[in-house]
């Protein structure tokens, strides 16, 4: 029994990056042989187990063969006999298939220290077909490493456009598109996810209406400059898609988007272009845009909104000051209810004057900016 250290952690540290996780292989056992040391086993599929110390996951080496299309369509050798070599190469990257002994010693099979050096996001064999999951991993890992200079290498570029064709990305699980998008949309260069989903022919299938040229993917990129939180990004990028509404329920409920991303990508399409313009609104529709963006309760996703707003505003070239926005909402919020409800106001009369008297404190906010 062997055990090596695999994958990311070898992968970032040449690269002198912090190293996150952890990832192991054991060579030469068994799951009995792991569970008589401690390991707490995890995996379904395949034997994948959990240190009794420190947590992290111990996978026995393992082959894999493609019985059906999809990216569940594999079955798995997990057997003693299976050497390292053979689990590395059923790895997608070759920056990914590095391994180190016990000593610190590397193994590296396929070359993924030379990719490292010419920056290059390269497949191992072209057994990297048979998971369509692999043409999200490539387009995550460059939104992650394109800062870097890193780049798709032109074969495995030509291979994913052949795995398109072949129908591969359309038996991909809402699961997993969202899960790699998610992850894509926190890395330094999201908008690189999408350009290599377009170059290969994939975007049309997964993201329709989203256009790699459009302002979509350019609020994007502005948005990653401005804020690292995936919502706000994703928000900015969904902000005009053809018939948006419509659109943007239709790509939540395709991958199960959670309620937070869903939400402000649906306020942002819906009132992102009236708050641009905020400061040439009437009282009447700056209080419309806030009780419709739910400030009472909401703030944070209020400022989340602003956020996505100024990125959109960025790509426009509009000058767009969100804590004026913010200012209005104040405003707007320092009516006291209780007070009006000690003064004998309920139902529909209090709702009456509670509208008046916010509408009262925006305006005279408005007067004072503008003197």
Request: charged share 25%; glycine share 6%; hydrophobic share 40%.
């Amino acid at each position: 029994m062997k055990i090596y250290l695999v994958g990311g952690a070898i992968r970032d540290k040449l690269l002198g990056l912090p190293i996150k996780e952890r990832d192991w292989v054991v060579v030469g056992a068994t799951p009995e042989t792991m569970l008589n040391l401690g390991y707490r086993q995890v995996g379904k599929e395949f034997p994948v187990f959990l240190h009794p110390k420190t947590n992290e996951e111990y996978a026995l080496a393992r082959m894999e063969r493609k019985t059906r299309p999809g990216y569940q369509g594999f079955v798995f050798d997990t057997s003693p006999d299976v050497t390292l070599e053979a689990d590395l190469q059923r790895r997608d990257l070759t920056i990914n298939a590095m391994a180190e002994d016990e000593s610190g010693h590397l193994i590296d099979p396929y070359h993924g220290k030379q990719d490292l050096h010419d920056k290059l996001l390269r497949h191992i064999s072209p057994a990297f077909a048979e998971d369509p999951v692999r043409i999200l991993r490539v387009s995550r890992f460059l939104a992650r490493y394109a800062h870097l200079g890193f780049n798709v290498a032109p074969e495995t570029m030509v291979l994913m456009h052949n795995m398109t064709q072949a129908g591969e990305v359309d038996a991909l699980v809402a699961e997993r598109v969202w899960k790699e998008l998610e992850r894509a949309l926190g890395e330094k260069n999201p908008e690189k996810f999408f350009a290599v989903l377009a170059n290969c022919g994939a975007l049309p299938k997964l993201f329709p209406g989203l256009d790699i040229n459009g302002p979509g993917i350019k609020a994007l990129e502005a948005a990653a400059q401005i804020s690292s939180s995936p919502v706000i990004r994703f928000a900015a990028l969904l902000h005009c898609l053809p018939d948006a509404k419509k659109t943007v329920a239709n790509l939540c409920h395709r991958y199960r988007v959670p309620n937070k991303y869903r939400e402000l990508a649906k306020l942002t399409q819906e009132h992102n272009e009236k708050t641009l313009k905020a400061q040439h609104l009437s009282s009447d529709e700056i209080l419309s845009i806030l009780s419709a963006l739910d400030i009472f309760r909401r703030e944070e996703r209020f400022n989340h909104f602003l956020t996505a707003c100024q990125a959109i505003a960025k790509t426009r070239q509009v000058n767009f000051d969100p804590k004026w926005l913010q200012a209005c909402a104040k405003a707007a919020k320092s009516v006291n209810i209780h007070a009006l409800i000690a003064q004998g106001y309920n139902g529909s009369q209090l709702a009456k004057e509670l509208k008046q008297k916010r509408l009262e404190k925006i305006e005279t906010w408005v007067k004072k900016s503008k003197s």
